[in-house]
């Protein structure tokens, strides 16, 4: 993994390669010399051996290369640009179907590594080291992926004893033309949200604050119908409320229909009971070193030095 910043390659750029000039630190590209923002800086002791090689995009060190070969990650959140480069890391010659991948994926817990022919899952967390010839995690840093299943016997209890929320909710939506389900979800996400006002106690100024995302949650635990309910938690889904969007929109060409939508509802109703009554009781550990892990939205990434990514 990640080919083109192993050690011997970087040792390669530095022997055939001037720093760029006028800098501060010697710094060398591992990517075209004129992209002067994709840049790493060689470590050394006193005794000019190599400690580390700090791989930059423009000012973030976003990875660090050991002499080992090992890989460390830098960050727990990286920004697309970081992520694009960091693939670009990998050598060229994969097949287009089977090239390994360095990306997000929220149900994996974040940045990960993941070559599906080979069967590879790696979490990449910061503090993660990783051995970029053999693709397996330097145990000592290392982590654990812990997921809570479940119960299905009592997530079947409490959704039949809240079966009223999904009545209501079919009821409403399939009784009434599809825009104006639509148009509600959009005004629920519109909304003018709540303010705070302070006041200086010296100055007498005010001041406002918007709630927090978390704070507007408090919403979803008061409404009193499904229908009111499963208005909410659409709005508050980023992926369903943009596509909802798209419904009314000229020369669009949505697939949404009432079908779909009191599906979504439903889903979103069932998700949102899981986790208010904690119907999970089954945890299941993947130590690093199994090198794969299952996708699931309540994992939890734990770093062995004892911090959770």
């Not at 591992?30 to 580390?52: E, I, Q, S, T, V």
């Not at 929220?106 to 910061?126: E, Q, S, V, Y």
């Not at 704070?215 to 009193?224: R, S």
């Amino acid at each position: 993994m990640l080919e083109k910043i192993q050690v011997e390659n970087l040792k390669s750029i530095m022997a055939s390669q001037k720093p760029y000039r006028g800098r501060e630190h010697k710094e060398y590209p591992y990517h075209n010399r004129d992209h002067g923002h994709k840049y790493f800086r060689p470590k050394f002791d006193d005794k000019g051996n190599a400690l580390w090689f700090d791989i930059y995009y423009y000012s973030n060190v976003i990875l660090r290369v050991r002499p080992d070969n090992t890989v460390e990650f830098m960050d727990d959140r990286y920004y697309q640009g970081d992520i694009m480069v960091m693939q670009d890391m990998f050598k060229s010659n994969y097949d287009y179907n089977d090239r390994p991948e360095i990306k997000t994926s929220k149900a994996n817990g974040g940045l990960m590594f993941i070559d599906n022919k080979l069967k590879i899952k790696l979490a990449c967390h910061a503090g993660v080291r990783v051995n970029m010839v053999t693709a397996q995690v330097v145990p000592k840093y290392g982590y654990d992926v812990s997921i809570n299943y479940v119960d299905k016997k009592l997530s079947a209890e409490v959704q039949k004893a809240n079966h009223k929320l999904f009545k209501e909710a079919k009821v409403f939506m399939s009784g009434q033309p599809i825009e104006v389900t639509v148009e509600d979800v959009l005004n629920q996400w519109r909304a003018p949200k709540l303010v705070e006002m302070s006041a200086d106690s010296v100055t007498g100024e005010t001041t406002s604050k918007k709630v927090t995302y978390q704070n507007e949650k408090d919403m979803v635990e008061n409404v009193t119908s499904g229908y009111d309910l499963a208005i909410c938690l659409l709005a508050d889904s980023p992926a369903k409320r943009h596509a909802i969007s798209w419904y009314d929109q000229p020369y669009s060409r949505s697939t949404i229909t009432k079908e779909k939508l009191i599906a979504w509802a439903k889903d979103e109703i069932r998700h949102h009971l899981k986790e208010k009554h904690g119907v999970f009781s089954q945890k299941k550990v993947f130590p690093c070193e199994d090198r794969w892990y299952p996708s699931n939205p309540r994992l939890e990434i734990k770093l062995r030095q004892g911090e959770t990514a």
